[in-house]
């Protein structure tokens, strides 16, 4: 005949208190009002839920009384890798971290990817609000995050008049390149820039296209470009604009193939990421291109890799970013008015960056 198990009970926070000979919300308190306790209480509790088995109180359970997730949503419009690959999104990611380890708040990722409508991540994400990373104006996972009914901080993109915002001045941000490069003599450009729609482009991009770009950042950069070669006496037509919508170092070689298999005579190449730059760079070398005597080449954010690269560029303070939207979000109750943060950024002139060669030197392109 078997013998009979014996199976312990696990313990409930009633079943501790009543152990204990306290009250249940003492119990809660150690969990979740440390403060309230003694210290020598609140040892006395813990110890006494270990030996037990008590796991604490249940989260769900915490959530549904409270209506309080104790989380922020983080959503990027991109792959989940992406927050651990691309530099300028690794600073953001831990300066958000930063503002939520001060708030005592988690930090959940929702990513969305750019190719599908599917938002059902946005609808089951349990948080308390959402920071929305440079995403596109007619994005739907942005337009489920807009339904919830909990407060929202955008990064960078869209511009909306109805939630808080962090971000630079793009359009002074990248004037300072243009004005750069206009000094040094340049008139002859190319730009490779970062994706404008949801819909994939990998090649030359029109007017139309740079004028109605969903993607407000490099929009903004397109525009002030135009403004400051026209300005210049130079026909904002006449120059080659590559797209690429996957933000990759060997997106940035594709293009600047595409772009000087076109237009070999162009004297510089401007870049709206330093990741497209870094690409441009390496197939600047690949073709005996001498960097910056046959190419003048410039990025944009600043990131590690671009100072190692001596890179002309504009420098950003991604991680404050982040810091700056966890705490407008954290601190969303406190006020009825949306908020905009604009940080300042930072030209940084590097060894990439030089007058135009003359027609006359000898240029070892193809």
Excluded at 53 to 82: F, I, M, W
Excluded at 125 to 151: C, I, K, M, T
Excluded at 341 to 354: F, M, W
Aim: proline share 6%; net charge neutral; charged share 25%.
């Amino acid at each position: 005949m078997a013998r009979s198990m014996h199976v312990r009970r696990p313990a409930t926070l009633a079943s501790l208190a009543a152990e204990l000979g306290v009250s249940r919300t003492t119990v809660s308190n150690a969990y979740n009002r440390p403060d309230q306790l003694s210290p020598e209480l609140r040892r006395r509790v813990l110890e006494t839920a270990r030996r037990l088995g008590y796991p604490g109180p249940d989260p769900v359970a915490r959530s549904l009384r409270t209506r309080k997730a104790g989380a922020v949503g983080l959503l990027l419009t991109e792959n989940l890798s992406y927050a651990f690959r691309d530099p300028a999104a690794v600073g953001f990611l831990e300066g958000l971290a930063l503002a939520c380890e001060d708030a005592g708040q988690g930090l959940l990722l929702v990513p969305a990817n750019p190719e599908r409508e599917d938002v059902a991540a946005v609808h089951r994400a349990g948080v308390d609000g959402f920071v929305v990373y440079s995403v596109p104006d007619d994005d739907p996972h942005l337009a489920a995050v807009l339904e919830r009914p909990v407060p929202t901080v955008v990064c960078d993109q869209p511009e909306l008049d109805t939630v808080d915002r962090v971000g630079i001045d793009d359009r002074a941000a990248i004037t300072q390149i243009a004005s750069h490069l206009i000094e040094l003599g340049h008139r002859r450009v190319g730009v490779i820039c970062m994706r404008l729609a949801r819909d994939r482009n990998d090649g030359f991009v029109n007017a139309e296209r740079q004028h109605n770009a969903h993607f407000h950042v490099q929009r903004a950069r397109l525009e002030a470009l135009a403004t400051a070669f026209t300005s210049a006496n130079v026909d904002w037509t006449s120059i080659p604009v590559v797209e690429r919508f996957d933000h990759s170092i060997a997106s940035g070689a594709s293009a600047a193939a595409q772009l000087l298999d076109r237009d070999p005579q162009v004297t510089a190449l401007i870049c709206t990421s330093d990741i497209l730059a870094l690409g441009a760079l390496g197939e600047a070398r690949r073709r005996g291109l001498r960097v910056p005597q046959d190419l003048t080449i410039t990025g944009f954010d600043g990131i590690t890799e671009s100072e190692r690269a001596g890179l002309t560029t504009v420098r950003q303070p991604v991680l404050e970013k982040g810091r700056a939207a966890g705490k407008l979000l954290v601190n969303a109750a406190d006020h009825h008015q949306p908020r905009t943060v604009t940080l300042s950024t930072e030209l940084v002139i590097g060894t990439t960056s030089a007058p135009p060669r003359i027609t006359e030197e000898r240029w070892f392109g193809p």
